[in-house]
Nanobody
Framework: QVQLVESGGGLVQAGGSLRLSCAASGSIFSINSMGWYRQAPGKQRELVAAISGSSTNYADSVKGRFTISRDNAENTVYLQMNSLKPEDTAVYYC???????????????WGQGTQVTVSS
């Protein structure tokens, strides 16, 4: 079993900052990537940022404002969100792609989500 513990969401005024964290634990042999997705009401879930090894990928809408980082020793991923805008309001989900053993297939796993609300 794998657990993802997310934290750091909340309410912030436009222009403010928040830092999300997601700690993975359990039967993890290796991690392919970790990342954050978000889903606003009435919209599809979309990629915000992901990190795989030393490579990062960001949605165009957050480039220059958000920074993803990872603590490999703690299997934790962080999302530093600066200059937040009302359109960043959404439920943010942690995503983990991992293998439970050397020969197993990669598994895609989601956190429960944390609400981020940016007021204007």
């Amino acid at each position: 079993q794998v657990q993802l513990v997310e934290s750091g969401g909340g309410l912030v005024q436009a222009g403010g900052s928040l830092r999300l964290s997601c700690a993975a634990s359990g039967s993890i042999f290796s991690i392919n990537s970790m990342g954050w997705y978000r889903q606003a009401p009435g919209k599809q879930r979309e990629l915000v940022a992901a990190i795989s090894g030393s490579s990062t990928n960001y949605a165009d809408s957050v480039k220059g404002r958000f920074t993803i980082s990872r603590d490999n020793a703690e299997n934790t991923v962080y999302l530093q969100m600066n200059s937040l805008k009302p359109e960043d309001t959404a439920v943010y989900y942690c995503n983990l792609q991992y293998k439970s053993s050397y020969i197993s297939r990669s598994v895609n796993y989601w956190g429960q989500g944390t609400q981020v609300t940016v007021s204007s």
